[in-house]
């Protein structure tokens, strides 16, 4: 027996009155046309009253014309319609679009504010399932919904417009001078940032909201110092917290990621969870570490910051997922129900980590982080008034931060490093900000070079080849030059049998040439140049070269614009000074930080 068949007559008078109202609304303009429905709909009223002796009720019609305006229940004969086709009109009622990747989306204004769901979201099969309840008084069956939601993504794919949507942050328009972030309150309002302050924005872009976000504080008197009452952090580690905060806010990366360490009880969760409160708060804001790289994917598109909480070891295919989630590049994964095809998405996101030691093993992702190793705790507060002075004091340092974006949009066109470091625009943004927030451009500058010095140095400790190496460069002043497998034999003499059966050391000539470019930027911070000779019928061979001491130079950030070889005569440093260093072509070693101007 059809559905329709087991509905009481009382419930057809309530589609019925639903139908009434949304017929007349949905041939507004339109006399003759408006006329023939409410003639058919007086009919089918009239029938039904008849019927069941009940009346319109005034109070029902008017809950009906808000929640399905245009929404039709019965046909013309007085059928009631097919569910999959009533929530098809329900759905047709948003606006109908998708992004530049092909996501289909849904954009539903609700009480004078708009939302946007994506069509395939749990959340919105809620939203038709609502007003499908709203308009017959019944719920929908599983099969309908789906095969409403298949047209309703369609519509939206190929005959939607194009539109651009936002987690947390956003651009406002193509210019990229004024910054937008979803306060993650009920009523979806927003803030804009831009080089003169911040304001409520009055029309903010395409956000949506995934996982189970929570608001950010209400912006207050600013006060970013009051951080430091939660952050159990060195002195000289504060600016890489407060540049991590910066850029955490800034809607394109490349992003850092941060990595804290240290021993039990020294405030790294608390930590996690305090960055993550002033930036995207969630109710879950702490993640287990993932088992694959899909459950990698998952959080970062559920979530703007990704924090992952007490992880003891970093395998390589999540290092490099983690490198590409830093800096860019498509994370792919095969589809499912399918054997060749495979989703592919391009996602940045700021990272945070915690773990007892350092976990950057490898220098490519050593050199993608901050490494902040917080301090015992010597007095301990109760969490309970710890949170409660936090969020008293939340508000202020947020607003302290909103400032320091705001510096930043306005001065970090002109900021003029004269050696960049990896993760350039990390570097002048977050120096662009810094005064806002208590610090100078050259004491961030400084204490990040010093901090990636450090992380690379560790990513050689931590190398059963890199120690056995820097070893055996100690004994040899003059270097070394052989073959790959010279050099393995050698290093297998060198180190205790229970080194060379470790997993991580290499079996092979060619395993221990890719672990020599893979430590190579890492082992220049040590001053030691890796190269190679000229391929033969054989081998390529292996060079380790001890690069030249040079005397210590002064400040690295710029007063004034970019000088290059054209203006050298108002210039007094020669033309050789502006020339990459050619042992590490810019990215950081003994040679080049340490050097000075001729």
Known sequence: MDISEKRCPSDGLELAKSQAISRTGNCLGDDENARKIDTQTQLDLTAL????????????????????????????????????????????????????????????????????????STAYREVLAERYLYATDRGCNRNSTGDAIATLTSVAKFRGPVADVWLRVAYLDSSKEEIVIDMGRRDWRCIVVTAEGWNWCASPPNFRRAGAPLALPEPAEPNFSLLW??????IED??????????????????????????????????????????????????????????????????????????????????????????GGA?????????????????????????????????????????????LIQNRQPESIFWRDFYLDAPAIFAGLLDGMSQALRDHASVRIERLPRMADFAIWSAAGMPALGFTSEAFLHSYRTNQSDGMAQGVDSSP??????????????????????????????????????????RTPRALAGALKRLAPALRVHGIDVGSTERTAHARGVTLQ????????????????????????????????HIQCPSCGGEGCNWCSSSSPP
């Not at 129900?337 to 950057?360: F, K, S």
């Open 238 to 327: 504060r600016p890489l917290l407060a540049a991590f905060l910066l850029a955490t806010l800034r809607p394109t990366g490349p992003y850092p990621q941060l990595h804290l360490t240290g021993e039990q009880g020294t405030g790294k969760s608390t930590l996690a969870r305090v960055i993550r409160a002033l930036t995207d708060p969630s109710s879950s804001p702490l993640r287990a570490p993932p088992k694959e790289v899909r459950d990698l994917l998952v959080g970062a598109l559920n979530g703007w910051v990704l924090s992952l909480d007490n992880l003891s070891y970093v395998t390589p295919s999540l290092s490099d997922a983690l490198c590409r989630l830093s800096t």
């Open 331 to 375: 994370i792919s994964e095969r589809a499912l129900y399918t054997n060749t095809d495979e989703v592919l998405v391009e996602v940045q996101r700021p990272v945070i980590i915690n773990g007892i030691e350092d976990l950057a093993h490898r220098p490519d992702l050593a050199e993608r982080a901050l490494h902040v190793e917080l301090a």
């Open 49 to 120: 009253e008849a019927t069941t002796g009940r009346s319109l009720d005034s109070e029902r019609q008017a809950d009906a014309r808000k929640s399905n305006p245009g929404v039709l229940i019965f046909t013309s004969e007085g059928r009631p319609r097919k569910q999959v086709d009533i929530l098809v009109d329900i759905g047709q009622q948003h606006l109908l679009f998708h992004d530049r990747s092909g996501m289909a989306y849904a954009q539903i204004e609700i009480d004078g504010h708009c939302e946007v769901y994506s069509i395939e």
């Open 465 to 506: 080849v890199g120690v056995a190496l820097l070893a055996m460069m100690q004994t040899r002043p003059s270097g070394w030059t052989g073959s790959a497998g010279d050099l393995l034999s050698f290093l297998g003499t060198k180190v205790s049998e229970s080194v060379t059966r470790a997993q991580r050391w290499p």
């Open 229 to 234: 009452k939660y952050a159990n952090v060195r």
């Open 546 to 577: 001890w690069l030249p001491e040079r005397p210590s130079q002064p400040s690295s950030l710029a007063p004034g614009p970019v000088r290059t070889d054209d203006c050298d005569q108002r210039d007094d440093r020669s033309v050789s000074w």
